[in-house]
């Protein structure tokens, strides 16, 4: 997020009147879409825990209608379920939608398991512990590593610790981090979603 400070008006239009998408998933590729028109953001969010109890995954976008009437949306809580994540931004967004469900999932005692009956995987570094770690909803001990993978997860977590604490963190450790999760989600199987959470802080 970046703010840009403004000195005057720039402002052609504006309208109270707006239109969302309200998006319910029971998985990947199984969605129902609602259409909310005359509220605003601040009845949209509280409509949809209504609708779904946080039973299921949701998101919410901004309709938007072009010059050529065509209708795109803008996302404002969560993203496309049925999309697999391309970059942080979209990680955050399913993330976003995960922790929102297990959370509900955890009051209610019940299993932490996504709609598809996986788990969530988060790949983390751990300056606390001096380890890179993997936060699982289950023992850790159900991925099923190699030792070359651990291996490298504990390199690239001491690469980390390497650099000065007000220091961003460098791409290439960032890249590599991304290169670590899919070759951990590959080693853990369709039973898991690695879940890269480290790029949620390190800079």
């Not at 129902?32 to 605003?40: I, M, N, R």
């Not at 001096?130 to 699982?136: E, K």
């Not at 070359?148 to 390199?155: E, K, Q, V």
């Amino acid at each position: 997020m970046y703010a840009i400070e403004r000195s005057g008006p720039d402002i052609v239009w504006d309208s109270y009147s707006a239109g969302y998408r309200l998006f319910v998933f029971d998985g990947v590729e199984n969605d129902t879409a609602f259409d909310l028109f005359e509220c605003q953001m601040s009845e949209v969010e509280p409509s949809a825990r209504a609708l779904t109890g946080d039973e299921k995954l949701w998101s919410i976008a901004l309709l938007v209608d072009d010059c050529n009437s065509n209708r795109r949306l803008v996302w404002l809580s969560g993203g496309d379920y049925n999309k697999a994540p391309a970059d942080e931004r979209e990680w955050r967004m399913r993330a976003e939608m995960q922790d929102r469900y297990l959370r509900h999932r955890a009051r209610k005692k019940r299993t932490l398991t996504l709609p598809d009956g996986s788990r969530v995987a988060r790949l983390l570094d751990c300056p606390r512990f001096g380890s890179a770690a993997i936060a699982l909803t289950a023992p850790a001990t159900e991925l099923s590593l190699s030792r070359s993978t651990g291996a490298a997860l504990r390199d690239w977590n001491h690469q980390y610790q390497l650099r000065h604490e007000f220091e961003p963190a460098p791409k290439e450790w960032i890249d590599q981090g991304y290169e670590l999760r899919a070759r951990v989600q590959e080693e853990a199987g369709a039973t898991v979603e690695v879940r890269p959470d480290f790029d949620t802080w390190v800079q």
